[in-house]
């Protein structure tokens, strides 16, 4: 009996690196759009049930904060502040304070490792999570203004401002939300950081600039929610400076880049661990 090597019968030439060449054909690379797509999907339908009643009470509050200063400021610019901080609230509470938490039980827990072995990038899962809290903001966002200015007597004309102010300011405090749960090395600090930035957000926002003293001033502008509340309250009077109120929302998208940014770096770091 002979044996006849298999490279030397007809076709296996052409079949054998044939096979070779589709068991090294890897899969196409995992994008970013889709995988943000699906990560926002999950998260929403996940957070639906379980954040509505929380954003209850982040509106409720804010407007609680309208109606309460409605006894200490008439109208004019101070007005126009407390709407415009209280507004951004809502987008504060959700961002920073839920966000951090969030993250920060998420690491605890161990469901980083749950989404390390997904074939989404780091980028997706942040994005993707800041997104979907950021989009229960908007509702609750629009209830208060829409009183705030019924209350103060301000116009609804550019309300549509909201729609570009709620994202950007989202984006910058989201991005600081999730850094804060990720980094933090304890759930409780990060509830605790969350809880301190919503304070932040709460007294350096609502209350008019012109009544702090220059070390507040100085920390309520390091604070990006700050330049959504400005943009928004620019856009009560009679002619707003369209080219103002532009130049606050690019400070609000640069902030936003950044703390993504950070808050992808700091999901890297803390899934690989």
């Not at 690379?29 to 999907?41: C, E």
């Not at 049930?49 to 109208?75: E, H, K, N, W």
């Not at 507004?87 to 839920?98: C, H, I, T």
């Not at 899962?125 to 009183?147: C, D, K, M, N, R």
């Amino acid at each position: 009996m002979s044996v006849v090597p298999a490279e030397v019968l007809p076709g296996a030439a052409t079949s054998v690196p044939g096979q070779a060449r589709r068991a090294a054909e890897l899969g196409p690379p995992v994008r970013l759009w889709p995988s943000l797509a699906a990560v926002y999907r999950a998260q929403l339908s996940r957070a639906r049930v379980a954040r509505i009643p929380l954003l209850f009470v982040a509106t409720f509050q804010s407007v609680g904060i309208a109606v309460m200063m409605r006894g200490v400021v008439d109208s004019g610019p101070e007005a126009q502040a407390v709407v415009a901080g209280s507004s951004v609230l809502v987008v504060a509470y959700v961002a920073l304070n839920l966000l951090s938490q969030y993250f920060g039980q998420l690491r605890a827990s161990g469901g980083l490792d749950h989404y390390a072995t997904l074939p989404v990038p780091p980028a997706a899962v942040v994005l993707g999570a800041a997104a979907a809290y950021a989009s229960f903001t908007v509702p609750g966002t629009l209830v208060t203004a829409i009183v705030g200015c019924a209350l103060f007597g301000l116009p609804l004309s550019n309300l549509w401002v909201l729609l570009a102010v709620i994202p950007l300011a989202g984006a910058a405090l989201s991005g600081l939300g999730a850094a804060c749960g990720l980094l933090a090395p304890r759930p409780e600090l990060a509830t605790l950081l969350g809880q301190l930035g919503m304070s932040a957000a709460l007294l350096l926002g609502v209350l008019p600039a012109d009544r702090m003293p220059g070390v507040v001033r100085f920390a309520r502008d390091l604070l990006p929610s700050t330049y959504g509340v400005e943009a928004y309250a620019r856009t009560f009077g009679p002619d707003p400076d369209w080219a103002v109120v532009l130049a606050d929302l690019g400070v609000c998208a640069g902030v936003g880049v950044i703390s993504l940014a950070v808050a992808t770096r700091a999901y890297r770091r803390a899934a690989v661990r």
